[in-house]
């Protein structure tokens, strides 16, 4: 029996080692299988790339933050998409732009105090590289439509020298949206709209700007080759900023909004949806829908005394609460691994440098000295987000908190300096933050907010200078727990110090005169020249002659304007 047995052993094992053995040859072949088919999955080539970044639309002006306002095309595509709900900006157009370009903070730009005013000789700085600079070192073909507002005061400073292949839109910070002619003070007024370099008289039919900005991003869809080369456009609309103007067409859905600003700024955003409706239908009729990522941001808080709406957010534009600088986001692309979801993890719009260049299969040099992460695992996957502060700003030129002081802050930090820090669920403010009043949508009206009275009205404590709010358990920021909490308010004053050893000068010059548009033709920009440039006397007559025609020209083009919008009205 045992010699029998022993064979019967062997056998059985062998049986059971080859049938092993057959097992794992069948399991690699199914994973090379399903790598193979990963593989085949995968684009070609990088994905194109839509960023579209709107101008001061608020927090709850979406409508799947529930307004009154009706957005089905963003909302759709944020519910097919992955929609960011901790994702914050800046609280200022300029500031936010010049983040998204470079992936940098303020404090690393010079860029920290205000925006770029129309009048100032300056600009994003020169030796900072750009997200278009570095899509187009990885192939890509880049354009820019809409607004700019990173500063224009010499050539080198447009959008076409800062890596766009191409660029039709407006230069300022904002404008007629029909005329586009913008005046930045009595006697300083000029037309602003541009392709490429020169100003854009014969593109120029009068035209809405949401509505043009999209047939010129749409022509430009039409006109490449999505399967030849890849794609960026930045495609920054000039909606919903002020002045309050819109198509008689898009009012007749808000009848039932009494105050007109509110009226006019939600039919703003219907036109904005619709138009981004169109551009999506152009991105399938063209053959980009199916290798694109599209990201939706705004560039900062809405401003309610322009129509917008942060509720119940504290805080507006302009300022550090919340309702200055969370952010409507949000992104869409067949790419996205987990879709229909919401990403709750940081995410800032210096992040956005990182993720689409590593998309675009670009590449980061250590040298850049990014502000920004790569946040894309953490959009698509699901995965932890590697950002765990933000620097939202340290502005030591903004006015002063009248009862800040280093002793308030511990000896670590001068609190009447504006600032604001993020570390994980903890904010802190120093300063003056600015106007920090709820203001629920109901409560709109054609008074200044400071004489309004509403429900949700708090005392501004004139003797405070420091404020600690755990935004993950309460965002709404109404409860200061500075005294609770002196051990996280010194951990996050000294973060602050430590942040600002590394900031840059300052970067706000003085009004220069020779910015004025009738020294050019009647169009705002580039002006400034080095001394050894400087334009002769008869060279200056000829602008201020050339300055009249274009005068002319603008009026007559004006009037016709008005005249064929209250026909079609």
């Known amino acids: 029996m045992f010699l029998l047995w022993v064979p019967v052993t062997l056998f059985l094992s ?47 002006d979406v409508g799947y933050h529930g307004s009154e306002i009706k957005t089905p095309t963003l909302d759709r595509l944020a519910a097919q998409g992955v929609k960011l709900e901790n994702y914050y900006v800046q609280p200022l157009c300029s500031p936010s732009r010049s983040q998204l370009m470079t992936g940098r903070y303020q404090i690393h730009t010079g860029l920290q105090h205000s925006i770029i005013r129309a009048t100032q000789p300056n600009c ?18 880049t354009h820019m439509v809409g607004k700019w507002h990173l500063g224009f005061y010499k050539r080198d400073c447009l959008p076409t020298q800062r890596g766009f292949d191409t660029f ?40 809405y700007s949401t509505v043009m900005f999209t047939r010129k991003a749409i022509n430009i869809l039409a006109n490449h080759d999505p399967h030849r080369q890849p794609l960026f456009l930045y495609l920054a609309y000039q909606a919903v900023h002020s002045p309050l103007q819109v198509p008689a067409r898009y009012l007749e859905r808000y009848k039932g909004i009494p105050n007109m600003h509110r009226r006019k700024y939600a039919a703003m955003v219907s036109c904005l949806d619709e138009s981004i409706h169109n551009l999506t239908l152009a991105l399938k ?61 940081l995410v800032h719009i210096t992040d956005w440098f990182p993720t689409l ?8 040099d250590e040298d850049l000295n990014l502000d920004g992460y790569d946040v894309w695992e953490a959009i698509s996957e699901g995965h932890p987000s590697p950002r765990h502060d933000i620097l939202h700003n340290i502005d030591p030129i903004y006015t002063k908190a009248k009862n800040g002081s280093w002793k308030a802050g511990y000896g670590l930090w001068n609190t009447a300096i504006r600032a604001a820090l993020r570390v994980g669920h903890w904010k802190l403010l120093t300063g ?44 709404y920021e109404r409860v200061d727990l500075s005294q609770r909490y002196p051990h996280l308010v010194k951990k996050m004053l000294l973060r602050l110090a430590q942040y600002n050893r590394t900031a840059v000068p300052v970067r706000y010059p003085a009004k220069d005169l020779r910015s004025n ?24 007559y000829n602008n201020l002659l050339t300055n009249h025609l274009g005068k002319r020209r603008w009026k007559n083009q004006s009037n016709n304007r008005k005249l064929k919008r209250k026909v079609e009205e």
Request: glycine fraction near 12%.
């Open 168 to 207: 039709f839109g407006s230069l300022l910070g904002s404008g007629d949206y029909y005329s586009h002619y913008k005046c930045e003070g009595p006697g300083m007024c000029g037309y602003d709209l541009y392709e490429g370099e020169e100003a854009a008289w014969e593109q120029d039919r009068g035209l």
């Open 124 to 141: 994003l700085p020169l030796e900072n590289v750009t997200l278009p600079q570095k899509l187009k070192q990885a192939g890509y073909s």
């Open 432 to 475: 003056v933050p600015g106007y920090s009043d709820w203001v629920p949508p109901q409560t709109f009206s054609n008074q200044r907010l400071t004489n309004r009275w509403h429900n949700e009205r708090v005392r501004w404590d004139r003797g405070k200078s420091i404020w600690l709010f755990n935004i993950t358990a309460d965002p």
């Open 357 to 364: 260049v590593t998309l675009g299969e670009g590449t980061l």
């Open 14 to 60: 062998f049986i059971v080692s080859q049938t092993w053995s057959v097992q794992m040859s069948w399991d690699n072949w199914n994973a090379d299988l399903r790598n193979r088919e990963k593989e085949f999955e995968k684009p070609s080539s990088p994905p194109h790339i839509i960023f579209i970044l709107v101008d001061d639309q608020g927090f709850r």
């Open 285 to 345: 009729r063209y053959g980009y829908y199916d290798n694109t990522v599209i990201v939706y941001s705004s560039d900062n808080g809405g401003q309610p005394l322009a129509g917008g709406s942060n509720w119940p957010l504290r805080g507006s534009k302009a300022t550090y609460w919340e309702g200055g600088i969370r952010a409507v986001g949000f992104v869409h692309s067949p790419l996205l691994v987990n879709k229909g979801t919401k990403c709750r993890s």
């Open 517 to 540: 548009p009738q020294y050019n033709g009647g169009v705002w920009g580039p002006w400034y020249k080095e001394e050894r440039e400087e334009p002769e006397e008869d060279e200056r």
